[in-house]
């Protein structure tokens, strides 16, 4: 009886180390195939991993492609694939090729990698205008992430001017609060730096505005032109009565720079949208949208015959041209009555102009203008005090509710004598400058 039981329990073992030997089998294949696995998906990452950095290389280099919609579709791409494109991208800021330089630019603008902030900064003092603005543009598309560097940039007394210029205009397009008051100290303590932060200190808009207004006490009679420059171009009416006071400043350059600000704050209040015709435009990269503004400049000079019937004093308009929104404008002088009919008559000629060279729907904007009448004597006295004057043939109106710049062509305008004369040659230099 104890040797059977001892038996079976000896059976019993037995069982249990085979099914221990079956365990230890299972686990060790188990073991086996996890490893396999590991290694086929390590392989399939790698492989993945060097198929998307030879997709970037490709589509940086077409970044340079002979074919503009090749690069923007580079471009899309690249953005497309976001943050593994970014320090390939920063890579080839430093190339000798200009249009991967700019490219690059606008690409990182795009992905807005806070990254990118020092390596696009270098690029503000680049021989090649369009790669300096490709890099400004982007830093502006990155915002705030972009404002602390460049503050420090503008802070640094021992940086090129040019650059420190060039984050105020930077700075400016970003439009963040933080900046307002390194600029204002700069404004106060920089004389070199004054002509640029007068303009671009107006560009901030409202926040700027009671800042601006307290410098206008301030003891420098610079500061205080240099701050009512400013104001006019904020186009805030909390700027009129400090702008009025101003008149009576006791710098000649202060004055004239105040009664010039009251002006535009005026000529601001009376421009006004009437109407937009066709299709608006957008463009991806810098290429494209130089391509659609040399289409506009060709639709205005074929317009220019047809046009003649409705400039003043003959009909309401006083101007048109291209603008940077990428579209024709025409300016009607306030005042005037104008009805559907006529808008619609010419938008036609600006249509059927576009139609001669393949562009169909042709965006073309309408509003009311006054016309630019500059006393001559006061204008001379301006230059003489070394007041900066924007840049000829340009103006600030306001479009819908915001202001933008419009690069006017120049036009033929009957009955307008020598003063059209002159300010058609100022816009032809200002044009040629552009380009």
């Known amino acids: 009886m104890r040797f059977w039981n001892s038996k079976i329990i000896h059976s019993g073992d037995e069982m249990r180390v085979r099914k221990l030997k079956v365990s230890s089998k299972t686990i060790f294949m188990l073991f086996a195939l996890l490893i396999i696995q590991f290694s ?8 993945g991993a060097a198929s998307e950095e030879s997709e970037i290389d490709a589509l940086i280099k077409g970044l340079n492609a002979s074919d503009v919609n090749v690069k923007a579709d580079s471009v899309k791409s690249l953005v497309e694939i976001g943050e593994p494109a970014v320090e390939p991208l920063i890579q080839v800021l430093g190339t000798e090729d200009p249009d991967i330089r700019e490219n690059a630019a606008i690409t990182l603008g795009k992905i807005k990698d806070e990254r990118a902030v020092q390596p696009l900064a270098e690029l503000l003092t680049d021989e090649v205008w369009e790669v300096e603005k490709a890099a400004t543009d982007a830093l502006i598309s990155i915002g705030e992430p972009a404002t602390e560097p ?18 105020i205009e930077v700075l400016a397009g970003i439009k ?70 101003a008149l009576n400043d006791e710098d000649e350059r202060v004055r004239l720079s105040a009664k010039k600000g009251l002006d535009k704050i005026e000529a601001q209040k009376k421009s006004m949208l009437i109407a937009r015709y066709g299709m608006k435009r957008e463009f991806y990269i810098e290429g494209q949208r130089q391509e659609w503004f040399e289409q506009l400049h060709t639709i205005c000079d074929l317009s220019r015959d047809n046009m003649r019937l409705y400039f003043y004093p003959q009909g309401p308009v006083i101007s048109y041209g291209c603008s940077i929104e990428n579209c024709v404008t025409v300016g009607v002088l306030v005042g005037s009555e104008v009805n559907n009919s006529t808008l619609d008559n010419i938008y036609n000629i600006f249509d059927q102009a576009g139609k001669e060279i393949g562009v169909n729907d042709v965006p073309v904007v309408f509003s009311y203008e006054g016309f630019v009448q500059e006393d001559m004597e006061t204008l001379q006295e301006m230059e003489n005090l070394e007041i900066t004057e924007e840049t000829a043939g340009t103006e600030e109106y306001n479009v819908t509710e915001e202001s933008a710049k419009d690069s006017r062509v120049s036009v033929s305008t009957p009955g307008l004598g020598a003063i059209f004369t002159l300010l058609g040659i100022l816009i032809s230099v200002c044009i040629i400058n552009r380009r």
Do not use: W
């Not at 086929?40 to 492989?47: D, I, K, Q, R």
């Not at 307290?214 to 009129?240: K, M, N, P, W, Y």
């Open 40 to 47: 086929l998906f390590s392989g399939v990452h790698t492989a």
């Open 150 to 167: 460049l503050i420090e940039i503008l802070q640094n007394e021992n940086e090129n001017v040019f650059l420190r210029t060039k984050a």
């Open 176 to 245: 963040d609060e933080r900046a307002i008051r390194p600029m204002i100290q700069a404004l106060k303590e920089e004389p070199e730096l004054q002509a640029d932060l007068g303009y671009h200190l107006g560009l901030m808009g409202e926040p700027a505005v009671e800042p601006l207004i307290q410098l206008l006490d301030d003891e420098d009679s610079e500061v205080r032109a240099r701050a009512a420059e400013a104001l006019s171009r904020t186009g805030d009416e909390r700027a009129i009565e400090p702008l009025t006071d």
